[in-house]
């Protein structure tokens, strides 16, 4: 019970959260505070960012992105940087309509600009249509989706003449993605994971991930006590690929050994940046066929592309 006990840092108010792993109990006041605190420091130890910076904030219209908008909003403004809101309509019927609603009312809540760009536009089809012709695909919806989905960003953030662009990739996503690549054994993309690995000197648009060190239950509830409205509705095919069975497995030893999650974060930091550096000299390419950067001749997404041009 917290009825009697006081906040860990002020001394004064009743706590309403208690950080398992820290051992703290912090007050409403305290614990938003915190994760500014959090965040400002993630920015400083990873240089994700620069005075005067052009920051395209991918908004999708859940709780991580619309606090990570929230977030950049009261770090960024004093650094003169510009804020730009960009989101990506995949096509995915009745779910991505509303998401688009909440990005479109907490943009303009904050005055930030906000562009839109369609799957539709980029490539003459929704996700649900090329998610209809891949049966003889052996691809998930999140792999397919994932690929076009950060192509989307990239042009979106060149069309706003941005100089970054910020994810709302928290902890637990880092860590799920980092044991999804091992598991797969694509041991050259655990560098690409390292937050230290931006900018490419054949792409001038840095990608950081302000919330990578915060667990996706702290920014749940810093959405809630900031009143930050968001979509609840889950993606409807979010279950269809592993990440699901690992966050659950990483949820449930979170819950026997509290922190183990920072623990995991920690070593998979490290054994990004050394793969990092291990493949360091395996130069990016440009893309044969659209110019975009690519570890191979051709990119992932003109492969995927191709691939459903082939069973359309």
């Not at 930050?228 to 069975?245: A, L, N, V």
């Not at 659950?248 to 623990?263: P, Q, R, S, T, V």
């Not at 998979?268 to 066929?289: D, G």
Request: proline share 3%.
């Amino acid at each position: 019970m917290l009825s009697n006990i006081k906040c860990t840092k002020c001394g004064i108010n009743k706590p309403v959260y208690k950080r398992i792993y820290s051992g703290e109990q912090l007050c409403s006041s305290c614990f938003t505070l915190s994760i500014l605190k959090k965040v400002k420091r993630t920015i400083s130890r990873f240089k994700m960012l620069e005075h005067g910076d052009k920051v395209a904030i991918a908004v999708s219209g859940g709780k991580d992105s619309l606090t990570l908008l929230t977030i950049l909003d009261k770090l960024c403004r004093k650094h003169a940087s510009q804020l730009y809101a960009i989101s990506v309509d995949e096509g995915i019927e009745g779910y991505r309509d509303e998401a688009l609603k909440y990005v479109n009312q907490m943009s303009n809540k904050l005055n930030i600009p906000n562009f839109t760009i369609s799957y539709r536009e980029l490539y003459g089809f929704t996700l649900d249509e090329a998610l209809r012709w891949r049966k003889n695909l052996n691809i998930t919806a999140c792999a397919l989706c994932g690929v076009l989905r950060r192509r989307a960003l990239d042009i979106a953030a060149e069309r706003v003449k941005a100089s970054v662009i910020a994810t709302a990739h928290n902890l637990d996503d880092y860590i799920q993605t980092f044991i999804i690549n091992l598991l797969s054994g694509d041991l050259e993309r655990l560098g690409w994971l390292d937050p230290y690995n931006e900018p490419q000197s054949n792409f001038t648009i840095r990608r950081v991930k302000p919330l990578i060190e915060l667990y996706e239950q702290e920014i749940a509830l810093y959405a809630y006590l900031k009143d930050i409205p968001f979509q609840e509705m889950r993606c409807p095919y979010r279950d269809e690929g592993i990440r699901s069975k690992i966050r659950n497995f990483l949820n449930d030893l979170e819950k026997e050994h509290a922190g183990i999650k920072y623990i995991i974060f920690k070593s998979a930091l490290n054994i990004s940046h050394q793969f990092r550096v291990l493949h360091k000299k395996n130069s990016i390419k440009r893309c044969i066929n659209c110019g975009y950067p690519s570890s191979s001749q051709i990119c992932s997404v003109c492969q995927m592309l191709e691939l459903i041009k082939r069973n359309r």
